[in-house]
T-cell receptor, first 109, second 115 residues
Framework: EDQVTQSPEALRLQEGESSSLNCSYTVSGLRGLFWYRQDPGKGPEFLFTLYSAGEEKEKERLKATLTKKESFLHITAPKPEDSATYLCAVQADTDKLIFGTGTRLQVFP | ETGVTQTPRHLVMGMTNKKSLKCEQHLGHNAMYWYKQSAKKPLELMFVYSLEERVENNSVPSRFSPECPNSSHLFLHLHTLQPEDSALYLC??????????????FGEGSWLTVV
């Protein structure tokens, strides 16, 4: 069964304290892995798409990486405005888009 | 102007009411989606429209009725809802349906409370 698991469920960081969020997946054929940011009460905002193992993408303090079994979202020197829930979604070869339950990140000054 | 616009942002309705959620996309996309987001659950796909034709209906109760009059507009008609239907309803669009690496763009969502 296709599955996407995100960890940790919640993460509290001090401003400037770098860390990583994990998205592990078991799907029948990966066609794309997506990262979204979601602020409370708002819709998910698209961040990155990764297509194949070894691929990396960066945007400001965020860097997404992909292996054959998981993806990491690295946050370097986070700021309080990076606080949000980060969602991972995987498109399998069935074309279904499977979402994880998200990691809720809080960054304290 | 945002790419996908949803109205209303907040809705409170009684179990016997009839209301509608509206979505408009300004991205020139051909596929539109309704998702449901409940606390601590993954996003649940409800309906998919491709070029105004419904292509997916994921076992959604008939009290939810979608309508897609054209490729830019999507509605979700609601009637005789239950309190457990209270959730964030998200509209989304993508360039095409079932494209590899197809990025989906979401609206801000409509918070629905059923009392």
């Amino acid at each position: 069964e296709d599955q996407v698991t995100q960890s940790p469920e919640a993460l509290r960081l001090q401003e400037g304290e770098s860390s990583s969020l994990n998205c592990s997946y078991t799907v029948s054929g990966l066609r794309g892995l997506f990262w979204y940011r979601q602020d409370p009460g708002k819709g998910p905002e698209f961040l990155f798409t990764l297509y194949s193992a070894g691929e990396e993408k960066e945007k400001e303090r965020l860097k997404a990486t992909l292996t054959k079994k998981e993806s990491f979202l690295h946050i370097t020197a986070p700021k309080p405005e990076d606080s949000a829930t980060y969602l991972c979604a995987v498109q399998a070869d069935t074309d279904k888009l499977i979402f994880g339950t998200g990691t809720r990140l809080q960054v304290f000054p | 102007e945002t790419g996908v616009t949803q109205t209303p942002r907040h809705l409170v309705m009684g179990m016997t009411n009839k209301k509608s959620l509206k979505c408009e996309q300004h991205l020139g996309h051909n596929a539109m989606y309704w998702y449901k987001q409940s606390a601590k659950k993954p996003l649940e796909l409800m309906f998919v429209y491709s070029l105004e034709e419904r292509v997916e209906n994921n076992s959604v109760p008939s009290r939810f009725s979608p309508e897609c009059p054209n490729s830019s507009h999507l509605f979700l008609h609601l009637h005789t809802l239950q309190p457990e239907d209270s959730a964030l309803y998200l509209c989304a669009s993508s360039r095409a349906y079932r494209d590899s690496g197809n990025t989906i763009y979401f609206g801000e969502g409509s918070w629905l409370t059923v009392v």
